[in-house]
């Protein structure tokens, strides 16, 4: 994986809605070329064996509500 491909695949994203992170999908397009080469680093390694960072295995998701005082659990 080439860190212009990071850049190529992140840029060519649909302009939809943001995600839960905040960040839209567009957005990821405006990475530097270090931060496209440091993505493309981190998943060689993954790819080639090395397991994925701590921090990246889990993920931490808040839904807020759509209508105040209206709680659903998808």
Not at 2 to 14: C, D, I, Q
Request: glycine fraction near 14%; charged fraction near 25%.
């Amino acid at each position: 994986i080439k860190a212009e491909e990071v850049h190529e695949a992140f840029g060519g994203a649909a302009k939809t809605a943001p995600g839960p992170y905040g960040m839209e999908p567009g957005e990821r397009g405006l990475l530097s070329d270090e931060a496209s080469q440091h993505i493309a680093n981190l998943l060689n390694l993954i790819e080639g064996g090395t397991p994925w960072p701590d921090g990246m295995v889990q993920g931490r998701v808040a839904f807020p509500e759509k209508e105040p005082g209206v709680c659903e659990v998808p």
